[in-house]
């Protein structure tokens, strides 16, 4: 049995958001201090929308990162591993900037959810094709 590729690709879009979600986590920490604000959001929308920037990150990180990983292991195209890599990264820069810029929906917040929404869901219909050849044939 072949050993399994390892996801390289997958490890530099890992570690772009790793570095992403140290620089989200800081504005946080930022604001708290700026605000004293030790639990919660104090009441203060900013906080409360500051929080909900790396909240949102943090909620689609890990699946969009399994989902490369398990692409690249499983032998996807390299270039579509780059390209959703590329994209989600691009995508969550855009929905930080929209909604640290304001609550409201602005053109920031819209691509950046509709670019990992698209994300998620062209993984997985490639890993179901890729998946589906091996195990049901």
Known sequence: MAMPALPFATAFYAALTGLLCVVLASLVIRQRMRRRI????????EMSRMTRVFGNFAEYAPLVLILL?????????????????????????AHAYGLAGGAGI????????VLTLLTI?????????????????
């Not at 602005?106 to 959810?113: C, E, F, L, T």
């Not at 890993?127 to 049901?136: S, T």
């Open 38 to 45: 030790s639990v919660g959001d104090g009441g203060d929308a």
């Open 69 to 93: 990983a398990l692409l690249e292991i499983c032998h996807g195209p390299r270039w579509l591993v780059h390209a959703l890599g590329a994209t989600f990264i691009v995508s969550r820069l």
């Open 106 to 113: 602005n053109p920031g917040r819209s691509a950046g959810i």
């Open 121 to 137: 869901l062209v993984a997985s219909i490639a890993l179901l094709a890729i998946v589906g050849r091996k195990i049901f044939v």
